[in-house]
């Protein structure tokens, strides 16, 4: 879905909701981006997320994971990782507002406030390796 003004750089369709996602190469929120994708998209329970060019450490839940900033209800807030028990044997990681609600926006799971993980950076590092440029040999 193309916005006046802002295209999306991709769609998470979640559980519940579509997650519009926008990909800067920055590492801490830009209020201007924000601004403009608001602009576009007006005051609504649209849900936004802005990914930078690494996960960083939480501000708000002592170093939890997060993977950039989530826009629910009109506020942006840290977009950050949580684990969800479906079942009481699997524990998927999923991505909550670190303020508003702490429902998983893939699984539709709501959690208790998000906790830290260990190996997080090691996925991340895993997953840049899986999808890193690489010439083809000649």
Known sequence: MDFPGWIPDFVIYGKHKQVYVEVKPVTEIDWNVCKKIGLAVGENDMELLLLGQTIFHSNDFDGTPAIGWLREWGYWSECVLN???EDGNQHPIGFVHAEIGWTDRITGLHSAPPG??????DFW???GNKVQW???PC
């Open 83 to 85: 684990e969800f028990d």
């Open 116 to 121: 830290c993980f260990s190996n997080v950076a």
């Open 125 to 127: 590092k895993e997953a």
């Open 134 to 136: 690489n010439p083809r």
